[in-house]
Structure formats: structure tokens, C-alpha cells
């Protein structure tokens, strides 16, 4: 039980550092990643925050991915769940500047990127499961039988397009995040070390077999 209670702490480092990072790009005010330019246009239409309907996409995903056959984790509802709530809190306690210079807006945007890779690392070697867009990106790719790369690449465009038409701020950084993300998550996962493909993640019925093989 401990190790599994420790997993979870990590897990839910992970996750704030991922909504940090989403904050600090959007913050950088020079164009938001492609999610959060839907996430941000649904909220322009629509009145309410960001985080908020980052949880409602999140849910739509899962319930999707679900519809599909793909099994899900405890860390993907946690990742549906807790990243929206932070996104809100930390936008709410406005502790994080917008700088005017467009040079620091740049490294401001690398740095919510970097981020971002942290949360994702914490994250991760938890084996708890993919997030929600992770797992659309899998089961599509599986369905469709297109590369992985191109489904992921149809997918932010999709969502980009269609936040960018309900108010979402598409700009500069939003080719900067669809470029760099790969590099800062490529970068940290070197510093530390860590190998994502030797993670073997838990569905839900791993998760309580585990516990209970424990007990």
C-alpha cells in the first residue's frame, strides 16, 4: 500500500507540473498549444474557464476511447480530472506574468514546454495509464491503421482549426509547441534517464489486482 500511495503522490506531482506548464505557455500570450487553443475557444464561446472544459473534452475523449475498446487507467481519469482543476487554480491565484518583450514571451512559452516534459515524466513512469488524448491518438491509430505520427498531427490540427473559429489564440507559439514539445520531452527524458517505452501501464482491473494480490 505504501508503494502504491508513494505512486500516486508522484502522479499527482506529475499532473500539476503538466498544468503548470500549460499555464506558463499560456501565459507566454504569443498563441496557446494546440488543446488549449480548443480548450480556450470552447471557454471565449461558451463563458467558462479553461480548466473547466479541459474536463469536459477530457471526459468526451474517454468516453470515446472507451466506445472503441480501449481500456483505460486510474491514471487517465486523474489526468482528466486533476489537470483542469490546476489549470484553474494556478490561473486563479495569477501568480505567473505575461511579459511584454516577445523574446521573453519566446523563452517564457520553452519554458512552460519544459515544463510540461517534467509533469510528463513524473507522470509516466507511474504506469498508471495514458492520459485521455494519448489514449484517442492510440486507439484512432489502431482503428484507421495511419501512422501514429500522422494521427497525431490530424488530431491538433482538427482541434487547432476548431479552436482557432471559437475565439482560441493561435500564434507563434502554437507552431513553437507543436515543434518543441517532442524536443523538451525528448531533452528531460534524457536527464533523467528514463526510457517511457519500458513503462508498462495499469488498467483499472491491473490496478486493483495489484492491490489486492498486496492486502
Excluded at 96 to 106: A, D, G, Q, S
Aim: charged fraction near 10%; include cysteine; hydrophobic fraction near 55%.
Amino acid at each position: 500500500m505504501k508503494h502504491f500511495l508513494k505512486r500516486v503522490v508522484i502522479m499527482i506531482i506529475g499532473l500539476f507540473f503538466y498544468a503548470l506548464g500549460i499555464v506558463i505557455t499560456i501565459k507566454a500570450n504569443i498563441g496557446y498549444a494546440p488543446w488549449e487553443v480548443f480548450h480556450a475557444g470552447l471557454a471565449n464561446t461558451f463563458g467558462f474557464s479553461i480548466g473547466f472544459f479541459s474536463i469536459i473534452v477530457g471526459i468526451v475523449v474517454v468516453i470515446t476511447v472507451i466506445l472503441l475498446g480501449e481500456k483505460i487507467g486510474f491514471g487517465t481519469i486523474s489526468n482528466m480530472i486533476l489537470i483542469g482543476i490546476f489549470i484553474d487554480l494556478i490561473l486563479f491565484l495569477n501568480i505567473i506574468p505575461t511579459p511584454e518583450n516577445l523574446i521573453f514571451c519566446v523563452l517564457m512559452l520553452i519554458l512552460g514546454l519544459f515544463t510540461i516534459s517534467v509533469g510528463s515524466y513524473f507522470y509516466i513512469k507511474t504506469g498508471f495509464g495514458a492520459g485521455p488524448r494519448d489514449s484517442l491518438m492510440v486507439v484512432l491509430t489502431r482503428k484507421t491503421k495511419i501512422a501514429v505520427g500522422i494521427c497525431r498531427s490530424l488530431i491538433e490540427l482538427f482541434v487547432t482549426v476548431i479552436g482557432w473559429l471559437l475565439g482560441g489564440m493561435v500564434g507563434l507559439g502554437t507552431i513553437i509547441s507543436v515543434i518543441g514539445i517532442g524536443f523538451c520531452i525528448q531533452i528531460t527524458f534524457k536527464l533523467f534517464r528514463f526510457d517511457s517505452t519500458l513503462v508498462k501501464h495499469e488498467t483499472f482491473s491491473d490496478t486493483i489486482a495489484s492491490l489486492k494480490r498486496k492486502q
